[in-house]
């Protein structure tokens, strides 16, 4: 089945399936914008009130989604519980409010966030049944059954309705089907589990699901957590007056996001079409009172697109555009899509995915030394590409080259400490649950204990991070003159805070390092396939744990760009060829 041209296509009036107005209208405006989305469960119930939307995009297309979902007024709300999933409350008033669900990856388990590495097959293999893009039977049979095996380990009337719906037209070997073999190699064999929803033994099922989740966290070492009270159970989670404190704060949260700015739309995409210019890519990043545009335009585009956004009332300061908005201050960055161009012919088959920036920073203070970070999974091949620009660069300047594995400084003193503390600052954080330490709490204190827990994370965490920017700052401290390469650096830090602290907010962890580490003057990114850097270094993370620091630091990435993203699979040579190129033009500017 193919795409048509407009989702409102063929779409019958009083039909419980077609989607409301509202999300008709998103929809609409995501397929207009080019984004790959599917629905991934609930499609029978997408008009009916009170039901989450839960759909799939391509990673690579959300923030185009972002885009579309804040221009139609859409709030995004905090990512708490679920840290891989993004929500976005749309539509004025109840009747017409509708909760977008939106993952770009398929991840299950909230305490042991089990990655399925499915989500472009199902993506690739989408069907559209008329009026939305849905999985094709295998996949939604497999993703739904997944879902309740892992994250309910339980079966709600809708997801029988939809395996036993599916069940009869599977086909072997499908993605989601090779992902429940891997996850349970020891567990019933997958035509078993296909016969168990055939027959509609739930029971047996939900067993099924109970022992699968318990191997996980016994392999894993993960916290399990206390199981939900059940429905008419006597203990209440909030009080009358919590209950209306809350609603209260629900209410002013959308106003209060919408001040803040972190939903505005740029000014100056507008100021480019007013200009006539062509803009070859758009890139937003919103912040609290701080709202960024990075432009791509062509080298005979950029006075004419400077002097439209000096008509639309933008200054210049510094390196970018500046205005002050209703919701804080709007900055421009106009980058040329030439050189992104040569650098890509430079690397031959190799992607450079992003360029370097053209004005270097140079830290707090004039410096006269150019400092080159390297950072990426390991077995990315950062040493051999730090051999290479190290051996170019000795011929011409002073090189100095470091070595940053993350450290917790001051060490000596943090080795006083308790041990059972201490194991809580590193890489060996402890992480089986204490005897005792789900035993049953009485209803008016039910949710201090785990707040307290969460607060106590939140300041270890900080004091992790603190420490490791410390280190980091008096290790890459410059001196003299020359080149200082460092092997590991911000990036490497950031990611093995939040792979051993997941209960600790990332960005706060990644705002904390970046604030006492000073930015390099380029900063290199290695991107390599996680299943290649484990056959090239399977001694230490296996592939999950490779997977899951690859999209943490793909994360951090995108929120940044100045940094410059590579292809680590790339033939060595012509990776090297990209790094000097990008290292020559900041020393020649430098």
Known sequence: MTAPTDVATDVATGDATVP?????????????????????????????????????????????????????????????????????????????????????????????????????????????DGTVHVLQPSDLFWTVLLHCLLDKQAFSPNRRAELLASVDELVPGS??????????????????????????????????????????????GATSYPPVAAAGSSARPWTTARGRVRSVLAGAYPHVWRRLGLGATPRAVAAAERAGVDVGGVRVVRRPLLCTAVLSVEPEDAELLRLGLRCDGFVPVGAGWHRMSATGLERVVVRSTRSIGEDSEQGGDMTVIRTARETPRRGNGARNRLVVSFSGLDGAGKTRQIDALVTALEARHPVDLRWLPFRIWPQGLLNRLPADFRSRLGPRRTTTPSPGRHRPRAASGAGTPQRTRGVLWRCIGTLAAVSGGMSLRREARPAGTGVLVLDRYRLDAIVKLQFWYPDVPGRWLAGVVNALAPAPDVEFLLRVDPEVAYARKPEQWSVDQLARQSRLYDGLAADRPEVVVLDAQARPDELAAAVWTHVERVLDGH
């Open 20 to 128: 409301g107005p509202v999300l008709r209208q998103v929809l609409v405006a995501l397929e207009a914008a080019g984004v790959h989305w599917v629905v991934l469960r609930g499609r029978a119930q997408l008009a009916a009130p009170g039901h989450d939307v839960d759909l799939l995009l391509a990673a690579a297309d959300l923030p185009r989604a972002e885009d579309v979902i804040f221009a139609l007024g859409g709030v995004a709300l905090p990512r708490r519980l679920h840290p891989w999933h993004r929500m976005y409350l749309l539509g004025p008033g109840a009747g017409g409010r509708i909760l977008l669900d939106v993952v770009t990856e398929i991840t299950f388990n909230r305490s042991l966030r089990v990655t399925s590495g499915i989500e472009d097959d199902v993506l690739a293999r989408r069907w559209w």
């Open 175 to 220: 993605p989601g089907e090779c992902c429940y073999t891997r996850l349970s190699p020891d567990g019933p064999a997958a035509d078993e589990v296909v016969r168990l929803v055939a027959s509609a033994d739930w029971p047996a099922l939900v067993d099924v699901g109970e022992d699968l989740v318990r191997r996980l966290q016994e392999a894993d």
